[in-house]
């Protein structure tokens, strides 16, 4: 069966250049890492093409997730964490609701009301995500006046809260280490895109492993796989 037109003029096979994007950004992998596994396996294939394979598949893979993942409750958290790209750190804020899942994620080179207030925006917009009851953020300075330039256009209604509490921001502080761990075997990033090309195919592998997709268990590895397969055109 040939593969599908996504893969067309790739010199490797579908589910061998699947299988290499799945590891580098599940695992805590470099590109040369991901290379010497695949030569075990008898695929020799440079690590300069695992790079090629994430930059395109890797936004891919976030944008066929989406669609399918289970809504989220309406208590959300959001913090923003550092990310070093090219010798400059930028921030990564991300939002999950009160179950750890995933809201959204979104990378910018600034840290300001404005930003704020278009992360905002952007989580509530999702298809996954509902209207938040309580947004609980950290002491950074910029988060009540976007909260509040969304409030007065009517986005979130009068009876949402905005919460500071440390001890309640913790969960998405510990969910940053997921994201982080990734980022160090590949030394950080050489430029702003790279970046956030990888991050949406770490953030989408990580929603899938806290099984946020209908159908797929909580580390049920094997589901992920599976489904994975079938979004890109693999199924058996």
């Known amino acids: 069966m040939s593969d599908p037109p996504l893969f067309k003029w790739r010199h490797?096979?579908?589910?061998?250049?699947l299988c290499a994007v799945r590891w580098y950004l599940r695992y805590a992998l470099s590109s040369r890492d991901v290379e010497e596994l695949m030569r075990?396996?008898?695929?020799?294939?440079?690590?300069?093409t695992v790079f090629r394979w994430v930059q395109?598949?890797?936004?891919e893979l976030d944008k066929r997730c989406r669609p399918q993942l289970k809504t989220t409750n309406d208590s959300y958290r959001v913090d923003e964490t550092y990310i070093r790209i090219k010798k400059h750190w930028y921030y990564l804020y991300r939002a999950v609701d009160s179950t750890g899942a995933t809201l959204d994620f979104m990378l910018s080179p600034t840290r300001d009301a404005g930003v704020a207030e278009r992360f905002f925006r952007q989580v509530l917009q999702a298809s996954h995500t509902r209207t938040p009851c309580?947004?609980?953020?950290?002491?950074?300075?910029?988060?009540?006046?976007?909260?509040?330039?969304l409030q007065q256009d009517s986005t979130l209604p009068e009876t949402c809260r905005l919460g500071q509490c440390k001890y309640l921001n913790d969960m998405i502080e510990q969910d940053h280490q997921f994201v982080k761990r990734l980022v160090n075997p590949g030394l950080g990033f050489g430029a702003f895109h790279t970046a956030q090309r990888t991050i949406q195919g770490y953030e989408a592998m990580h929603m899938l492993r806290k099984g946020q997709m209908e159908g797929i268990a909580k580390g049920d590895v094997l589901a992920q796989n599976r489904v994975i397969n079938h979004m890109f055109g693999l199924a058996a």
């Not at 395109?56 to 936004?59: D, E, G, K, S, T």
């Open 40 to 48: 075990e396996r008898g695929v020799w294939v440079d690590h300069t």
């Open 56 to 59: 395109r598949y890797a936004p």
């Open 134 to 149: 309580v947004i609980t953020v950290d002491k950074n300075a910029a988060y009540p006046p976007a909260f509040d330039a």
């Open 12 to 17: 490797f096979q579908a589910d061998i250049i």
